[in-house]
């Protein structure tokens, strides 16, 4: 299944209400077999279908025992105020990750590398909500895109947000190897 983060590329072969509809089916013991055969796609087109919507409840953490582990590391705070966790990636491996508080707009950030231009921030240790929201519009497309509107529509946007710009596209940029892992807190 060809990915469409950013819009670009093969477009998706079944709608969303469809994939939502399918899934619900297979959850209830339908085989990939039988749905492929009824929505006229391939079994390995749907098969991609059920390992992206796998990958997307991974993400997403229903216990503050389960949010709490994933941030040990964050010490000196309580996770559980941080309902969005933002790991910063170079390909596969994590550069900086950033727990955010968007009622409160805090952050707090730890820094898993030494190279400065693999981190979120820089050289910055303690980023302000202005720096992240810097951040964010650095990892989207610019706003004064001339073809901004039809983008923000393949995004299903109304309007220009850089957090669900990011959140939809996980922040990748053309010729760039870094992108941004969310994960969401959902108690």
Known sequence: MAKN????????????????????????????TALAKEYGISRQVLSGYLNQSN???KENYNTVKSWE???RAFTHINPADYKVRMEYMCEDDCCSVILVNKEA????VINETDHLLHR????????????FTAFLKSRCFPQDREDMEE?????????????????????RMAG????IK??????
């Open 69 to 71: 582990r994933l941030n």
């Open 151 to 171: 983008i923000l529509a393949d995004l299903s946007l109304d309007e220009y947000d850089p957090f669900t710009i990011v959140e939809r596209t996980g922040g």
């Open 55 to 57: 990958e997307k409840e």
């Open 105 to 108: 707009k805090e952050i707090e």
């Open 5 to 32: 983060e950013r819009g670009a590329g093969r477009k998706p072969a079944l709608s969303a209400e469809k994939v939502s509809m399918i899934l619900s089916r297979h959850k209830a013991g339908e085989t990939v």
């Open 176 to 179: 760039d190897l870094q992108w």
């Open 120 to 131: 979120a921030f820089g050289m910055k240790a303690r980023p302000t909500w202005e720096d």
């Open 182 to 187: 969310i994960r969401k807190f959902k108690a």
